[in-house]
C-alpha cells in the first residue's frame, strides 16, 4: 500500500471511507440511546426510554476524543491533499478560474483544520517540545503573524504595510526568498524550512497555511485609519493572476513587470510550501491513529490524566490562545495584521471554527468532511453519570453562547463586514467583545469542570500576556 504521503486525492479518499465506516462503528457503539441496558457491560449506558445517561466511563470519553482527532486530522490531510492538486494546476495553467479554484481549496482546507487547535496544549503530536529542543509541527503548519516581506515583494507604503516586515530589524533578512536568485538560486524543502523563525525572530514564518494563504492573495492592503480615512474597505488581499504568469506577462504586482522566473519560483514555492504542509499533517495523522498509533495508544490508555489534557485543551483554547491572542489582541491594538488570517480575511472562519473545536470535544461528535458523524462517549455524559447534572448543562450552555456569538461574527464577514472592520472603534466592537465574554465565560464553566471530576491540570489562562 502506498505511503499516505505518496497517496493522491483519490487514494486518501478511499481510505478516508474506511476510516469513518470503521471509525462510526467504534465510536458510536457504547451509547446510542436505545436500549436498556445500564452500561456495566460496556454497550449502552441509558435507560431506553427517556435518553438520560446513566453510566459512562472516563475511558469511554477519552477514547472518543481520540477518534474524533484522528477523524479531524485526517480530514486536515486530505483537503491539503486537494489543495496541493489545485496549486498545481493553478501553477500549471494560470486561469482566473484556477486562480479562483486554488483560493478556495484553502479555504476548505481551513475548515476542519480550524477544529482540531483544541488537541494543542497536550505535549502531543502536534505541539510536543522535547528537551533536545524538537518540536511539534504546529509552529509549521500555522504560525502567525507572519512577516511577508521575507517571501515577497510587499508594499512600499509605510501607511498600508503595517507589520509586514521582520519583527525586529536587527534580524531581519533584507532580501525576500522569491525575488533573490543569488542567495537563493534554488526554492525547495531545504531553503524554505531552513529560514523558518531564523534570526529567532518569530515574525519569519516561511511555511504552512497562512505562507500559501499570502501568496494567493497577497496583502490585505486596506490602510490604517488616519486623519483621511474613516474606515477600511471590506476587501481582502487582491494578487493579480499574473503574478503566476510564466509566459512574458510576469508581475510582482499589477503594473510591475518581471522576468518569468520570478513568477516560476512563485509557483515553485507554493508547491513546496503544501508539500511541507502534507508531510507535517501526516506525521500528525500517523501518530493518533488507532491500533498502531503510538500516541493514540498512550492517550486511550492514560485514564485520568488523558481527561484532564482533554479539558486543559478546551479551556487554554478558550481563554488565552481564541479570546486573548486570535481577537483580543487585534481588538485593542485595532490591527489587522495581528488577526489570524489577515491576508484572506478569513479570520471570522477560524474564531468560529476554533470555538467550534471546543464544543465538539464537550459534545463528542464531530462531522467529517464527507459530511459523516463521529460521535461517541462526551463529557457531558460524563459530568451526568458523576451526579454534576446543573453543571453539565451550565457548561452546555455556555458552549453554546460562545457559538451563537461566534456565528455573529461569521454571518458578518459573509455579508460584507470581515473581522479588520469589527475590531475598529465606532463600527461593531460590541459584537467582537461579546465572543470574548463568551469565552471567558465558557472557561469559568470549564474550570468547574475540572473541579468536579477531580483531575489536575496546569492554568487554563497562561497563554496570554493580555488582559481580557
Request: net charge negative; with cysteine.
Amino acid at each position: 500500500m502506498k505511503g499516505i504521503a505518496n497517496m493522491n486525492l483519490k487514494d486518501l479518499t478511499k481510505v478516508s471511507a474506511a476510516v469513518v465506516l470503521g471509525l462510526s462503528l467504534a465510536a458510536c457503539s457504547g451509547d446510542d440511546g436505545k436500549n436498556g441496558t445500564n452500561g456495566t457491560d460496556g454497550t449502552n449506558g441509558t435507560n431506553g426510554t427517556d435518553g438520560k445517561t446513566t453510566f459512562v466511563a472516563r475511558a469511554d470519553v477519552i477514547k472518543t476524543n481520540a477518534n474524533i482527532a484522528y477523524a479531524s486530522y485526517s480530514d486536515s490531510l486530505i483537503t491539503a491533499v486537494a489543495l496541493k492538486e489545485s496549486l498545481d494546476t493553478l501553477v500549471a495553467n494560470p486561469t482566473a478560474q484556477n486562480f479562483t479554484d486554488a483560493k478556495q481549496a484553502w479555504l476548505d482546507a481551513r475548515e476542519p483544520y480550524g477544529q482540531t487547535e483544541v488537541y494543542r496544549f497536550r505535549e502531543g503530536p502536534i505541539d510536543f517540545e522535547n528537551a533536545d529542543g524538537t518540536t511539534g509541527p504546529e509552529g509549521a503548519i500555522n504560525a502567525w503573524p507572519l512577516g511577508e516581506a521575507l517571501i515577497d515583494y510587499i508594499s512600499t507604503s509605510p501607511a498600508v504595510n503595517g507589520n509586514a516586515f521582520q519583527e525586529d530589524d536587527s534580524r531581519a533578512i533584507s532580501s525576500n526568498i522569491i525575488a533573490d536568485t543569488t542567495t537563493y538560486p534554488i526554492i525547495n524543502k531545504a531553503t524554505v524550512t531552513g529560514l523558518f523563525e531564523t534570526n529567532e525572530d518569530e515574525r519569519n514564518v516561511t511555511t504552512g497555511y497562512h505562507a500559501i494563504e499570502f501568496l494567493l492573495w497577497g496583502q490585505d492592503l486596506n490602510a490604517d485609519l488616519g486623519s483621511s480615512q474613516t474606515t477600511r474597505d471590506a476587501t481582502a488581499g487582491n494578487r493579480p493572476l499574473t503574478d503566476f504568469n510564466t509566459t512574458g506577462g510576469c508581475t510582482s504586482g499589477t503594473g510591475n513587470a518581471m522576468a518569468d522566473n520570478i513568477c516560476e519560483r512563485r509557483g515553485q514555492y507554493l508547491q513546496v510550501a503544501a508539500d511541507i504542509l502534507i508531510e507535517d499533517l501526516t506525521t500528525v495523522v500517523k501518530a493518533w491513529e488507532p491500533a498502531t498509533g503510538e500516541h493514540y495508544k498512550t492517550f486511550v490508555a492514560g485514564g485520568d490524566a488523558s481527561l484532564a489534557l482533554i479539558l486543559e485543551g478546551m479551556g487554554r483554547l478558550s481563554y488565552g490562545e481564541l479570546a486573548g491572542e486570535r481577537i483580543n489582541v487585534a481588538l485593542i491594538n485595532n490591527s489587522q495584521e495581528d488577526e489570524h488570517s489577515c491576508f484572506s480575511d478569513n479570520t471570522h472562519r477560524d474564531i468560529y471554527l476554533n470555538a467550534k473545536g471546543v464544543q465538539n470535544s464537550f459534545n463528542a461528535s464531530y462531522t467529517r468532511v464527507n459530511g459523516e458523524e463521529i460521535s461517541g462517549a462526551s463529557i457531558y455524559d460524563l459530568l451526568l453519570t458523576e451526579g454534576h447534572p446543573e453543571l453539565a448543562n451550565q457548561l452546555r450552555g455556555s458552549l453554546e453562547a460562545t457559538m451563537a456569538a461566534a456565528s455573529v461574527i461569521d454571518t458578518k464577514a459573509k455579508t460584507g463586514m470581515p473581522f479588520d472592520l469589527l475590531i475598529q472603534s465606532g463600527i461593531d466592537q460590541e459584537n467582537v467583545i461579546a465572543v470574548i465574554k463568551a469565552l471567558v465565560a465558557q472557561t469559568d464553566d470549564i474550570e468547574e469542570a475540572i473541579k468536579a471530576l477531580n483531575v489536575t491540570t496546569n492554568d487554563l489562562r497562561q497563554d496570554t500576556e493580555e488582559k481580557i
